[in-house]
């Protein structure tokens, strides 16, 4: 099983990145795929999460309406398009897979670094 993120880098304030997530090893399409974000010093928080079939999408509170999550269950990818960064987005981005029924079963990726900064 791997899950593997990409797209990360440094980008100036107001900004825009897209994140890739390639999953590997899973039935891709029967698990809910989120994304989550570590800034130094910080917990883990969710930042978005989209259903197997893409019908339901959250963003949390601090992202609405700048970042997009989508999926392609062809491609076994999900992706964060993330618009208007702010310096308060760095953080580094982990990509989750958690297993449609059974939540218990949960991967993660490495992750990848996002810094904004002028």
């Known amino acids: 099983v791997q899950l593997v993120e990409s797209g990360g880098g440094l980008v100036q304030p107001g900004g825009s990145l897209r994140l890739s997530c390639v999953a590997s090893g899973f039935t891709f399409s029967s698990y809910v795929m989120n994304w989550y974000r570590q800034a130094p010093g910080k917990g883990r928080e969710l930042v978005a999460t989209?259903?197997?079939?893409?019908?339901?999408?959250y963003h949390a509170d601090p992202v609405e309406g700048r970042f997009t999550i989508s999926r392609d269950n062809a491609k076994k990818t999900v992706y964060l398009q993330m618009t208007s960064l702010k310096f308060e987005d760095t953080a580094v981005y982990y990509c989750?897979?958690?297993?449609?029924?059974?939540?218990?079963?949960?991967?993660w990726g490495k992750g990848t670094l996002v810094t904004v900064s002028s």
């Open positions: 989750n897979a958690r297993h449609l029924r059974v939540g218990s079963i949960s991967f």
């Open positions: 989209i259903t197997d079939n893409s019908s339901t999408t």
